[in-house]
């Protein structure tokens, strides 16, 4: 059974550049959640969806960020425009229901220049 | 002060020696405690999960939890080199899927 995927795994891209990054959760699980990792901050949570609507967003940190779970095998998440702080590593994650065992993607690591 | 707390090391334990890890957390209306080992440049995976006050064991690890001192700890035992890993630590509160991580410590295994 394919874990968590996420695209792109890498990205590169300028100061004021719009970043999306993608995420399809496991087959049958309805909660998905995204998280940014600093070394300075660990790892956060941004925003989790259950059963594609926005449960908790108040991690996301500004209104240059948003986040869309248009149906339960797929969300996204961008940000526009996109600067500097925002380099980080973003890792989606899903569970089968709540309070289950959440299961990380591979994440995609941003630099933004 | 971040409601879950760790030691951010890095910690090393000799081959085969018990190391252990250790957590606090601020929040009273914790419920679940979480420890996820993170390879580098890897997601993190769950290991343990613990909800009661006590011991858990799980093979060579276990976890322990202290709800009166807020402390959460993971033992590892016989510990390998491929035990190095960043440890995180994470905290849920009852009806809220949201887990709350500490920094993590980072844990070298010396042969």
């Known amino acids: 059974d394919a874990g968590v995927i996420q695209s792109p795994r890498h990205e590169v891209t300028e100061m004021g550049q719009e970043v999306t990054l993608r995420c399809k959760p496991i087959?049958?699980?309805?909660?998905l959640f995204w998280y940014r990792q600093t070394m300075m901050r660990g790892l956060e949570l941004l925003i989790y969806?259950?059963?594609?609507?926005?449960?908790?967003d108040s991690g996301m940190p500004e209104d240059r960020f948003s986040a869309k779970m248009p149906n339960a095998s797929f969300s996204t998440l961008k940000i526009q425009p996109s600067e500097p702080r925002d380099s980080a590593v973003y890792f989606c994650?899903?569970?089968?229901?709540?309070?289950?065992?959440?299961?990380f993607g591979p994440g995609t690591r941003l630099l933004v220049l | 002060q971040k409601e879950v707390e760790q030691n951010s090391g890095p910690l090393s334990v000799p081959e085969g020696a018990i190391a252990s890890l250790n957590c606090t957390y601020s929040?009273?209306?914790?419920?679940?405690f979480f420890w996820y080992r993170q390879y580098s440049g890897k997601s993190p995976e769950l290991i343990m999960s613990?909800?009661?006050?006590g011991d858990k064991e799980d093979g060579r690890f276990t976890a322990q939890l202290n709800k009166a001192s807020q402390y959460v700890s993971l033992l590892i035992r016989d510990s390998q080199p491929s035990d190095s890993a960043t440890y995180l630590c994470?905290?849920?509160?009852?009806?809220?899927?949201?887990?709350?991580f500490g920094t993590g410590t980072r844990l070298t295994i010396i042969p």
């Open positions: 969806f259950n059963n594609n609507v926005p449960i908790d």
């Open positions: 613990i909800y009661s006050n």
């Open positions: 994470a905290s849920r509160n009852f009806g809220n899927e949201k887990l709350t």
């Open positions: 994650a899903s569970s089968r229901a709540t309070q289950e065992t959440q299961y």
């Open positions: 087959s049958g699980h309805n909660s």
């Open positions: 929040d009273r209306g914790s419920q679940s």
